[in-house]
C-alpha cells in the first residue's frame, strides 16, 4: 500500500536526523500529515487531540462507515461479535 510506504519512508527520514533536529516542530509536522494520510479512513478520530488518546467507538457511524474499511456493515458487525466473543475468553 503506498500510503504506508510513503509514510514509513518519512519516518525513516526523521529518524535519521542528528538528535538536536529531532524537535517537536519536526515530530508535530510528521504526525500532522499522518493524520491527513489516513483520514479517508479514519472511522476512529486518531489525531484528534480533543480526544487524549482516548477513542470510545460509537457502533452507529463505524457500521455506516464500514464501506471504508471494505466491508458491508453486516460483515463488519459479524467482525465485531468474533471480537467480543473472543475477549470474553481472554
Do not use: C, H, W
Amino acid at each position: 500500500m503506498a500510503v504506508l510506504r510513503d509514510t514509513l519512508t518519512a519516518l525513516d527520514e526523521i529518524l535519521a536526523l542528528p538528535p538536536g533536529l529531532l524537535a517537536g516542530d519536526v515530530t508535530r509536522r510528521f504526525a500532522s500529515e499522518v493524520g491527513r494520510r489516513i483520514a479517508p479512513r479514519n472511522l476512529a478520530g486518531l489525531s484528534d487531540p480533543s480526544r487524549n488518546r482516548l477513542y470510545p467507538v460509537d457502533l452507529a457511524p463505524l457500521l455506516a462507515g464500514a464501506s471504508l474499511l471494505g466491508l458491508s456493515a453486516e460483515d463488519l458487525r459479524q467482525k465485531i461479535d468474533r471480537l467480543r466473543g473472543e475477549a470474553n475468553l481472554a
